[in-house]
């Protein structure tokens, strides 16, 4: 048996899922399509559907979760406080020991990992967890009897662990779920499939052939990545080790020469570690790199809280114009400053500078992320439709030839994101 590459490994709807705060404007909160008429609940004002339909399959949760909403108004809880107030209505209703219909069926809520023990010894979740209980204890009210304080540890902890972060075609964050077959599946940094999203249903397709394997054997011979590979190994270990509780020794986490290309300096002289002027350009390295953090924190800061594509593109031209001279262009730090740059010069519709700020990355992006990476592949893709824009089509055509395999492995040729490409692509054609 087995999976081709590009083969759908399995399809998942979530067993309970949160559209983030900034998109209930634009999608819908049950199937997070974005649409361009969507009606607010009558009873909440919190929630938003696209229709009758989409209202009536999550009326079984959320006619709970309305009345508790309705406690609180006019303030509205956080996003992963509305996603825990659904697991456990969930739980209350007895759906923590059945399956999901549109699911595999290898898990039920029940049987996921909780970490409760590692969690009572972690003081900086311990504290998310007794705010998280507070505001629990403020909506329920009288509406949805809260299990004990052990329960409500073992939901939260299967929700920390267990949470799948739903992303649209573009890779942007849209909201949160639990998916209980695909939970099963463990990390390698080098994995050997991706999960994408289409709308909130999950698909997990394989980017390699993964012979002899079969649902029943899925855990042993299916792997993904939980973390950014775009980062250095102990940035990655660290993030696994804070957020799940174990410490990966894959084959990427063990080749030391991406971590070298990662952190690279354009170092004056190699040949010799000890000389002086190679210890004065480590230095240097090591405060470009602290220039380039200090930055991203502060434009993702920025993002969080505002829309100004200029001050985020001046913050960045600022940190390129003093780095780029001491750092490697494969340097992760550098890539993540040009990479907010590339979209803040898209936000302010300064397509030449956005293309330069892209085209720069996709080296790198190709030297350090696996071949069928969706993030290099949605790289080339914005890098092809800028160059059709600004009218350099032999170029276009080269870079949206390059994604077309990508694509059709991480997304399916039967994804809107392909029908997408297609669509260029023949823009292209027509206009040579």
């Known amino acids: 048996m087995g999976w081709k590459r590009g083969d759908v490994i399995m ?6 899922h949160v559209l983030a705060h900034k998109y209930r404007l634009e999608r819908c909160s049950y199937c997070m399509q974005r649409q361009a008429t969507i009606k607010k609940c009558s009873g909440c004002s919190v929630l938003r559907y696209c229709g009758r339909d989409c209202q009536r399959q999550d009326w079984s949760v959320h006619k709970v979760e309305c009345r508790c909403l309705q406690q609180v108004t006019p303030n509205t809880p956080t996003d992963s406080v509305l996603l825990l107030l659904r697991l456990v209505i969930k739980y209350v209703q007895g759906n923590h020991i059945k399956t999901v219909d549109t699911d595999p069926g290898l898990r039920t809520f029940e049987e996921l990992m909780s970490h409760s023990e590692e969690i009572k010894k972690d003081a900086v979740r311990c504290d998310i967890f007794s705010q998280m209980c507070f505001t629990l204890s403020k909506l329920s009210g009288t509406h949805l009897p809260l299990p004990d304080t052990s329960k409500l540890l073992d939901i939260f902890g299967k929700m920390v662990i267990n949470t ?30 991706v999960v994408t999203f289409r709308g909130k249903t999950l698909f997990v397709r394989a980017v390699e ?10 855990q042993e011979s299916v792997f993904l990545t939980y973390v950014d590979q775009l980062a250095p190994s102990w940035e990655r270990q660290e993030q696994l080790r804070q957020q799940y509780y174990f410490v990966c020794q894959c084959d990427r986490c063990q080749d030391s020469s991406l ?77 993540r400053v040009l990479d907010r740059g590339f979209d803040a010069a898209i936000g302010c519709s300064l397509w030449e500078e956005a293309l330069d700020y892209g085209l720069q990355t996709l080296q790198p992006y190709r030297h350090l992320l696996p ?13 092809g439709k800028l160059l059709l824009w600004l009218d350099r089509l032999p170029e276009a055509f080269a870079h949206l030839a390059q994604v077309e395999q990508i694509i059709a492995v991480t997304y399916g040729t039967d994804s809107e994101l392909f029908t997408q490409l297609r669509e260029l692509q023949a823009q292209v054609t027509h206009g040579q």
Do not use: W
Not at 371 to 383: E, I, K
């Open 11 to 16: 399809k998942s709807e979530p067993y309970a």
């Open 164 to 193: 799948f972060t739903i992303a649209d075609q573009e890779l942007q964050d849209i909201g949160s779920g639990i998916y209980l077959s695909p939970a099963c599946l463990d990390h390698r940094c080098t994995a050997n499939a």
């Open 209 to 218: 052939d993964i012979p002899g394997a079969d649902l029943s054997t899925v």
């Open 259 to 335: 971590d070298k290309a990662m952190t690279a300096g354009n170092s004056a002289d190699q040949s010799d570690p000890d000389c002086q002027e190679k210890a004065d350009d480590d230095v240097a390295v090591a405060a470009a790199i602290k220039t380039c953090q200090t930055v991203t924190d502060k434009v993702d800061r920025l993002k969080k809280t505002s829309d100004s594509s200029d001050e985020v593109l001046a913050l960045c031209r600022d940190c390129l114009s003093k780095v780029r001279p001491r750092l490697s262009p494969s340097n992760v730090h550098l890539l």
């Open 371 to 383: 071949p069928f990476s969706p993030s290099r592949g949605l790289q080339l893709l914005r890098v």
